[in-house]
């Protein structure tokens, strides 16, 4: 006896005309959205992609230095390499501080006068157990977050001037090519108790 609830389906899945009887009378589920794979969309190699200006920009200083001799058929690129190069690396030097380094009497010299010519420096002298040293300390820690550009370092007060009066610290100094250019004692100048990182940064500026 045959089979009347069998359904032929022709190569492709479509259903036949008793499948859409069937679906409009509700003996059968909607007919499902015929199957469309993904467009094809090669992935392209990085090292393959055209090179821009944007292209350049997104690049390490490492990968702009590897790439010297990829670009010499695009003089504009190779010259725009050279510039975002440099720019990376003056952006490396000017960020090689950024904290308080604390030093010791015998580190002063190459920490301090033998800093390079275009490098400020700045100096706190300081006694732990004075308040106000506390204070500036962490004024001088967001500064030198601001401006990685400037070395901060700090040392006790006695270890850089033996016999150092503690009723002058705390101090700063500031030097710059290996002389003093600043020499701030206490805090008055900064306001006191009162002061804040930017009235540092006025203070010795002026």
């Given at each position: 006896?045959a089979d009347?609830?069998?359904v ?9 005309q ?7 009378l509700?003996?059968l ?7 469309k794979p993904?467009?094809?969309?090669p992935?392209?190699d ?6 821009s200006?944007?292209w ?5 200083a490492?990968?702009l230095?590897?790439l010297?001799?990829?670009l010499?058929?695009d003089r504009?690129l190779e010259q725009y390499?050279k ?6 690396r003056?952006a490396a ?8 380094v604390?030093i010791?009497?015998s580190?002063?010299?190459?920490e301090?006068s033998?800093?390079?010519?275009e ?6 002298l300081y006694?732990?157990?004075i ?9 001088l820690?967001e500064?030198?977050?601001r401006?990685?550009?400037t070395?901060?370092v700090?040392i006790i007060?006695?270890d850089?001037?033996?016999n150092y009066?503690d009723?002058n610290?705390?101090?700063?100094l500031?030097?710059?090519?290996s002389?003093v ?5 206490g ?9 804040t990182?930017?009235?540092i940064?006025?203070?010795?500026m002026?």
């Amino acid at each position: 006896m045959a089979d009347y609830h069998f359904v032929y389906k022709d190569v492709e899945g479509a259903s036949t005309q008793w499948d859409d009887i069937q679906r409009r009378l509700g003996n059968l589920p909607p007919k499902p959205e015929p199957f469309k794979p993904p467009p094809f969309a090669p992935k392209v190699d990085a090292g393959e992609q055209p090179k821009s200006k944007e292209w350049l920009d997104e690049r390490e200083a490492e990968e702009l230095e590897e790439l010297e001799d990829d670009l010499d058929d695009d003089r504009f690129l190779e010259q725009y390499r050279k510039m975002r190069l440099a720019e990376l690396r003056e952006a490396a030097k000017a960020a090689r501080f950024g904290s308080i380094v604390p030093i010791t009497g015998s580190d002063f010299v190459r920490e301090v006068s033998q800093a390079p010519s275009e490098v400020w420096v700045v100096v706190f002298l300081y006694k732990d157990g004075i308040p106000e040293c506390g204070l500036l300390q962490n004024c001088l820690e967001e500064l030198a977050t601001r401006y990685p550009a400037t070395k901060f370092v700090k040392i006790i007060s006695t270890d850089c001037i033996p016999n150092y009066p503690d009723r002058n610290v705390p101090t700063i100094l500031v030097y710059n090519n290996s002389a003093v250019k600043g020499t701030y004692v206490g805090l008055q100048k900064f306001g006191g108790k009162r002061c804040t990182p930017e009235s540092i940064h006025l203070g010795t500026m002026s």
